[in-house]
């Protein structure tokens, strides 16, 4: 399973070297995924996002699930093959993390329209927690709370809620982490009374259950997400739903081929 395949290597090659010069040769901020609605999406980064990481734990985690289960789906489809499926599960994860981004960005909008046309103590503390966490603008929070009929603060909450919702609008995707897990979805299906031995997990757990417990985990993360949760737990999500409907379309056609 260790034994490293062309198309597998491939990939590994070029995220590697892709983020070496991401900010210096390749400009994130243009390869990167972004809304739909923002004035910085292009098509284009439905792809090359996936190939663009946010540091070097975000790359090494990818990268080495990438080298442990994916040789063995490369040995078993072809690396052609291969690469179709981890290009489409990628682009999967992104659609769907879009859709759920694009519902998340128009309750923000809501909340943040709501509160500029009736900014109040309360109003400006509330919608920072629920958006940033607990905590967040506090001290801006406490002063306005001391001085709610004060202009100034009344407009210093304005400009802040604006900055947020213009931050997050505008907050790009990065990572392979879709197409990722991808593979373990595909490695749960393909090979699932495999044992896998962890480091986190005290004894040798099969692939199957593995998979089950990981996408339950990050069922349960994206809909309970917190704020200041920064992981894309739907492309996560995403990624192991067109891994599961592409290996089914491929079972049954290959399934046809035989008679």
Do not use: C
Not at 43 to 57: A, I
Not at 199 to 209: D, G, L, Q, S, V
Not at 218 to 235: I, K, Q, T
């Amino acid at each position: 399973m260790f034994n490293i395949t062309p198309m597998v290597r491939n990939i590994l090659i070029i995220n590697v070297v892709v983020f070496i010069l991401q900010d210096r040769v390749i400009p994130t901020g243009q390869f990167a995924l972004y809304h739909f609605g923002s004035n910085n999406f292009q098509p284009v980064q439905l792809f090359t996002h996936m190939f663009m990481h946010g540091g070097w734990t975000h790359l090494f985690s990818n990268m080495f699930s990438l080298f442990i289960f994916g040789p063995l789906l490369e040995r078993f489809w072809g690396p052609q093959r291969f690469l179709t499926f981890y290009l489409i599960t990628g682009l999967g994860a992104s659609l769907l993390y879009s859709g759920v981004r694009a519902y998340e960005l128009n309750e923000l909008h809501t909340d943040t329209v709501r509160y500029i046309e009736a900014p109040s103590p309360v109003g400006f503390n509330q919608y920072m927690n629920e958006h940033l966490g607990e905590g967040a603008g506090k001290g801006l929070a406490v002063a306005y709370a001391r001085n709610e009929d004060n202009p100034s603060y009344i407009e210093k909450s304005k400009e802040l809620v604006r900055e947020v919702y213009n931050t997050m609008f505008n907050m790009p995707l990065v990572g392979a982490s879709g197409a990722v897990f991808g593979i373990l979805m595909a490695f749960g299906m393909l090979f699932p009374n495999m044992e896998l031995f962890l480091i986190f997990f005290p004894m040798p757990i099969k692939a199957k259950y593995f998979v089950l417990l990981y996408g339950a985990f990050e069922l349960y993360s994206g809909f309970n997400r917190v704020p200041g949760d920064n992981v894309a737990h739907f492309a996560h999500l995403g990624g192991m739903l067109f891994a599961y409907i592409l290996i089914k379309l491929w079972q049954r056609n290959n399934y046809r081929d035989n008679f």
